[in-house]
């Protein structure tokens, strides 16, 4: 009941975060040099064609009609036509979002799990040699630039080795008749991560490694706690500190932190998509912008700004979950 | 604590101290530094890697410099400066020293172009020293890094303070604003930036450092929230001192310790950031050396001679290490908790 | 000059400008299979069968005795848009529709015009402004019915009454006359003299078309009457085609499936070669050549395409609108150099707007052009400048498209002018932006630009475009017309209009020997290069052709494809 409350009030709230990304890239982008109309039909098209198209996508308006035509449009769930593509944004977004949200998810995954026991270990044999080196990986995901990682495993893996595929995704539930050599429905799932494998190490290692750090630190903070002292000091032994006692608290900022890496993630995911040739919303942004596809740029957008906010509200409610102490009333 | 807050309450876990004393000085802080081992190195990192772009940076400018009195030139600093160009910018296209592989290996597809000492990270695919072009991106990525974070530093800690100290509609509208920068993926957000203003390295300073405000402004406005009701301040204002003066002579020094961690940590992430626009192809315009640009560029020759894609990354690793280490290092001696 | 403009049509279309995309399939009229029907209740068309591709039923006609069928997966470097012949204007889109839509006349091995759907070469009457053409008999479309005289009526005037991008390409056309079910009459409005390329136009069923022009163009009902009938496209992913069962010509196509998928990046496309992700690839950018050779399995095919690639300068305002600057700037760099280090072997050097082809068909001067460009001499390019009276602090402005081989050109010539004591910038340039600039012809956007250039097989397409001025072409080359600022320039572009009206083929030649001479020793191109269309091809793919205006070839008069044992 609070729950529901409070994602409502939640989701209330980020009305004027969504208006704001709008207002933002409605204005950037009306800012960028050049014709769209003259991409589409090569330079000097004659007056009337460009005209023409100009009426149709609503070009030869002022700005200000345009910016709340637009915002009305939004409001009927009216993402306008791409004038690269040809078809409406909404399709083109349907088409690659859960692209790029498979691969979210799957490095979110990736990360999660070799991070969390990563931390709790570094932060258990603290200044071991465990630890140390487990801190060096973090540190060094931290500092890599992802598509380096990216070109490396191709590198290693596609070109040398000849282990992974080095293009492409493949979703899950593709048709198998659009898979070439998967015979069922299995066999697209076991090429759909295949081709996963590579993405992944390149755009979770990042994230890896933030979150061990913050995993370690979080688990130091709450071993020091006073509960914690006063259960080693009536022998608890330590692995059923860690598990019963600690692990929770310990999980609250690894939590928040992963609302926040989303952002960062989709920015990322533009250059793990560039690497690899796959077709997700990065890549289609990207193109968006080179072809001053106005729609598209708005549509995608937007989507992020969504996936955005809608990843910090499920933040906050696991937040809840693991957190015993935070209630949803609203009361301090 | 309510749950809206949870993203802010995590701002301080996030940059790391959080710690009871609020007022750490400057002098506390470098004394701290000394004794930790990994700020040191971290510290040496980045002195090393100044000191080539520094080395490079005099060797262009006072070169250039000096070039233009003609007794210098005379005495052949002209040909010192087309040699200069010649590392970053050479003019010798097409004499079989292209794509040379590094001193000592050899390359499966030219067995005939072994590695020389004359190059020894080899040549790219103008037939450009690769050592030289990487001395020469060092300078960009660390003055890049740092101008951006000093713009968002700027701006987000007047954003943050303004916040914080008056509360209220200012608050909510300012950190909306903030919240709403950072709904926008930045690389997106800078490459629709850059395309709007200009495809630039200058432009992608500034779209930067702007697209990274909201981490300044946040962990500004927390410190100020909690330093708002110390009691000095409280006296201050008593006393009639104004609200500007109270901000940037008390609030922002006083959280002085929090920002220098983040600013440390940002210009690694800044480096990481720049580096991938540029290998989008939004940064440095060629030939201007820049790592992105150079790992941009090897993509295609990765094959035949993929040296040329692992050094760039490398410099940027260590590089971003250096930072990482120097911010972990700050981080760790200001917070007792983790440091006892 | 915006009013200009009005009568403008788009000349410059996004086919012609080589955007990035080697020389790889530009063929702006190459079709290869055609024929038109009604109804489209057929047989393995796309409204039809789902993976239709007849297994080896239609292969066992097949003289290479290979294995029957076969799936090939062939790497373009990027996605088709859109798939209705008379409007796509794009080379991925081309390449794959070429397959599935033929028109009256095609390309043999190499640029020769032999008849498709045509029976024997069109007749030419009146001055050469009529050409009358038959269609052969039992010529269907994939949904079983006749290629008629109408329906070619139709492909050569739609794209015209529709406004589609296209429309330039035919729009030397008056009248099209369906004079039987069989014969179509061509009328002109001028002789015409490359008219016999414009006749390998599409041709596609009128009834089918007209019924759904979006489900037409998003491949849906896309019907033609060549050898492959469209199965499935996702844009970005893949589009596939499948042999057309009922194909009315011969030889039938031995595969039973071709699948085009889009890889960008140039070494991906090389790695998925190797791993045999796919059969054959296209594309190889210089410094991967070796890399292909080594793969053991593989080999490459290659042809020269009918491309041009050149740098050229702003002849409508600033310093480069004087031959003498632009003299100096030949003499800043070796274009010979810059050629070899960054385009060979992808492409070949090239001294004048005509790929080698056209001009060894035409046996035009190329011993005396070559003798033209002058080699690197910073000195030479020094005294020059002083001369011209260019400001010391003069910065030249060099844009360049998004291309690694013409930014390199860029750069060398930048490097050059620097080196001469000047400074030069250069700016690689998206190509909404690259364009805009480009057709300004304003001094403070540009003073140099690097670009390239594709048509079909006759020195018409490779200068009227380019240097001509007429209602037609204004437009394209606003910012760069040679005649703005030079007389030399307004009478270049006389003779090439002239010479597209010239029927007789002498009278032609020497009209285009005169203006090109003219036009390379006053420097208003440098010519640089043009591209070999280049595939990399698994050794267990058979009989796999490139093709100098189409690309690539998979079933024709000379050649049919067929994949053997992995």
Known sequence: MGRLRYTISRLLQSIPVIVGVITITFLLTDAIPGDPVQIMLGPSPSAQQAEAIRAKFGLDQPLHVRYFNYLFDVVRLDLGTSLYYGVPVTQKIAERLPVTLYLLLSSFTFALLTAVPLGIISAKRRNKPTDHISRVVALFGVSTPSFWIGLMLIIVFSFWLDIFPATNLILPWESPANVDGAANQLGVIAKSIHHLILPTITLGTLQMAAFTRIERSSMLEVLGEEYVKLARAYGVSETKIVRKHAFRNAQLPLITLVGLQLTGALGGAVLTETVFSINGMGRLIITAIQNQDFQLVMGTTLVFGLVFVIGVILTDLSYAYVDPRVSFDGSE | ?340 | ?566
């Open chain 3, 1 to 566: 000059m915006p009013d200009e403009n009005k009568t403008f049509h788009s000349q410059l279309n996004r086919r012609r400008v080589l955007q990035g995309i080697g020389g790889a399939g530009i063929a702006g009229l190459a079709g290869c299979a055609g024929g038109s029907g009604d109804e489209t209740e057929g047989t393995g068309t796309s409204s039809g069968g789902d993976s239709s591709g007849g297994d080896s039923t239609e292969s066992e006609s097949t003289e290479g005795g290979q294995s029957s069928g076969g799936k090939l997966r062939i790497a373009l470097v990027k996605s088709p848009l859109e798939f209705d012949p008379l409007v796509l204007n794009d080379v991925p889109s081309s390449q794959v529709v070429d397959r599935v839509v033929e028109g009256l006349y095609t390309y043999d091995e190499n640029t020769g015009i032999v008849p498709l759907l045509a029976e024997g070469s069109p007749t030419v009457e009146n001055d050469g402004k009529r050409f009358t053409v038959t269609i052969k008999e039992g010529a269907t479309f994939s949904n079983g019915d006749p290629v008629t005289a109408e329906d070619v009526k139709y492909s050569y005037e739609a794209p015209v009454a529709e406004n589609t991008e296209n429309a330039s390409e035919l729009n030397m056309i008056d009248t099209v006359e369906a004079v039987d079910e069989r014969t179509v009459q061509f009328n002109l409005k001028y002789p015409y003299a490359p008219f016999k390329t414009t006749l390998t136009w599409y041709v596609v069923p009128k009834s089918v078309r007209e019924e759904d022009k979006e489900a037409f163009n998003t491949g849906n009902s896309l019907v033609g009457s060549g050898p492959f009938t469209f199965e499935e496209w996702q844009e970005g992913n893949f589009a596939r085609l499948a042999a057309n069962p009922d194909y009315w010509g011969d030889p039938k196509p031995n595969l039973d499936e071709i699948e085009f998928v889009p890889v960008e990046e140039a070494t991906t496309r090389v790695t998925t070669l190797k791993n045999g992700e796919n059969d054959i690839i296209e594309e190889i950018p210089p410094k991967q050549y070796p890399t292909v050779r080594s793969i053991q399995d593989a080999s490459i095919e290659e042809v020269p395409g009918i491309g041009y690639f050149y740098a050229a300068f702003n002849c409508n305002e600033g310093p480069t609108t004087d031959p003498k600057v632009r003299e100096a700037i030949d003499y800043a760099f070796d274009m010979d150099q810059a050629v070899s280090s960054y385009v060979e072997p992808t492409g070949v050097r090239q001294y004048s707007p005509y790929p080698l082809s056209i001009a060894e068909s035409w046996g035009f001067p190329l011993d005396e052009w070559k003798q033209i460009p002058h080699g690197k001499d910073v000195d030479q390019t020094k005294a020059l400048l002083e001369e011209a009276g260019v400001p010391d602090d003069y910065t030249f402005k060099v844009i360049v498209p998004p291309d690694d081989k013409r930014e390199q050109i860029g750069i060398t010539i930048s490097n050059g002018i620097k080196e001469a004591g000047w400074d030069a910038t250069v700016q690689r340039l998206d190509w909404g932006a690259f364009l805009d600039k480009y057709v300004s012809g304003d001094e403070s956007e540009y003073n140099i630009y690097t670009l390239g250039w594709s048509g079909t097989p006759d020195p018409d397409a490779f200068t009227y475009y380019l240097f001509g001025r007429d209602e037609n072409t204004l437009g394209v080359t606003n910012g760069t017309f040679y005649g703005n600022n030079s007389e030399a320039g307004k009478q270049v572009s006389e003779k090439f209009i002239e010479a597209r009206r010239t029927p007789e083929r002498e009278e032609r030649k020497a009209l285009y020997e005169e203006a090109t001479t003219t036009l390379l020793e006053d420097r208003v191109h440098l010519p640089a290069y043009n591209l070999k269309n280049s595939f990399g091809v698994k050794d267990y793919v058979e009989d796999f052709r490139s093709h100098p205006v189409s690309s690539f070839s998979i079933t024709s008069d000379y050649n049919n494809v067929s994949v053997g044992n992995k």
């Open chain 2, 1 to 340: 604590m309510n749950m809206s807050n949870a993203t802010n309450r995590t701002d301080a876990d996030e940059s790391g101290p959080e710690q009871p004393e609020a007022r750490v000085g400057l002098r506390y802080t470098l004394s701290q530094v000394k004794r930790d081992p990994t700020a040191l190195a971290g510290l040496a990192v980045i002195a090393f890697m100044t000191l080539v772009a520094f080395i490079a940076f005099v060797d262009g400018v006072l070169f250039d410099f000096l070039s233009d009195f003609t007794f210098f030139a005379n005495l052949g600093i002209e040909q010192y400066l087309l040699a200069n160009t010649f590392w970053v910018n050479p003019v010798v296209d097409g004499t079989g020293q292209i794509l040379r592989p590094p001193v000592y290996m050899t390359n499966q597809l030219y067995p005939d172009q072994p590695g020389t000492w004359a190059h020894p990270l080899g040549t790219d695919h103008r037939g450009r020293d690769v050592l030289i072009r990487l001395f020469y991106g060092t300078r960009i990525a660390i003055t890049v890094g740092i101008v951006a974070t000093g713009i968002a530093m700027v701006l987000g800690m007047l954003v943050g303070a303004v916040a914080g100290y008056y509360g209220g509609w200012i608050d909510d509208a300012l950190m909306r604003g903030s919240e709403t920068l950072y709904a926008i993926p930045f690389l997106i957000l800078v490459i629709a930036f850059m395309t709007a203003f200009g495809r630039n390295l200058t432009f992608a300073m500034i779209g930067v450092g702007i697209a990274t405000i909201p981490t300044f402004a946040r962990l500004i406005r927390s410190r100020v929230l909690s330093v708002r009701e110390e009691d000095y301040i409280e006296a201050a204002r008593a006393a009639g001192v104004r609200d500007r003066d109270i901000i940037l002579r008390h609030v922002i020094p006083n959280s002085f310790a929090p920002i220098l961690v983040q600013a440390t940590l940002q210009v690694g992430v800044n480096i990481l950031i720049i580096a991938g626009l540029s290998f989008l192809g939004y940064g440095a315009q060629p030939p201007t050396p820049s790592w992105g640009q150079m790992l941009s560029n090897s993509r295609q020759y990765m094959l035949p001679n993929p040296w040329f894609s692992i050094w760039p990354g490398i410099a940027i690793l260590i590089t971003v290490v250096g930072f990482n280490l120097i911010g972990d290092g700050l981080r760790d001696a200001l917070d007792p908790r983790i440091n006892n």
